[in-house]
C-alpha cells in the first residue's frame, strides 16, 4: 500500500522561504512521477508542479513558476518543494501525489497524501 505524508508547512510572513517535503513508502519511489496540488479555503484543486520518475522533467504552474522549485531524491523516497517569496495567494494545503505518468492533471494520479497546511499572513 503506497502511502504519501507531506511536511514542513506552517505559518509564514509574505516574502518568506518554506520547503515542503513528502515521503513514499510501501511502493518504489523511483518508478512514479509525482507532483504538488493545493488546495485554498472553498477552492477547488489546483496544479502547482510536477516532475518526472528521474528528476529530469519539470513543470510548474505559472503562478508559481520562478518561486516554487520541485525535486525529489530518488535515493531518499522523498519529493520536495522549494518555495520562496510566498504570497498570501499561496495560502493553502498542499499535497503531493504519486503517477505512473508525467501529467498535471489531478485525475493522473492515483495516490494522495493528507496535506499540510501553508498559510502566509500579509
Known amino acids: 500500500q503506497v502511502q504519501l505524508i507531506e511536511s514542513g508547512g506552517g505559518l509564514v510572513q509574505t516574502g518568506d522561504s518554506l520547503k515542503l517535503s513528502c515521503s513514499l513508502s510501501?511502493?518504489?519511489?523511483?518508478?512514479?512521477?509525482m507532483a504538488w496540488f493545493r488546495q485554498g479555503s472553498g477552492k477547488e484543486y489546483e496544479f502547482v508542479s510536477a516532475?518526472?520518475?528521474?528528476?529530469?522533467?519539470?513543470y510548474s504552474d505559472h503562478s508559481v513558476r520562478g518561486r516554487f522549485t520541485i525535486s525529489r531524491d530518488n535515493s531518499e523516497n522523498i519529493l520536495y518543494l522549494q518555495m520562496n517569496s510566498l504570497k498570501p495567494e499561496d495560502t493553502a494545503v498542499y499535497y503531493c501525489?504519486?503517477?505512473?505518468?508525467?501529467?498535471?492533471?489531478?485525475?493522473?494520479?492515483?495516490?494522495w497524501g493528507q496535506g499540510t497546511q501553508v498559510t502566509v499572513s500579509s
Open positions: 516532475i518526472d520518475w528521474l528528476g529530469t522533467t519539470t
Open positions: 501525489a504519486a503517477g505512473w505518468r508525467f501529467e498535471l492533471s489531478k485525475s493522473s494520479y492515483d495516490y
Open positions: 510501501g511502493g518504489t519511489f523511483s518508478r512514479y512521477s
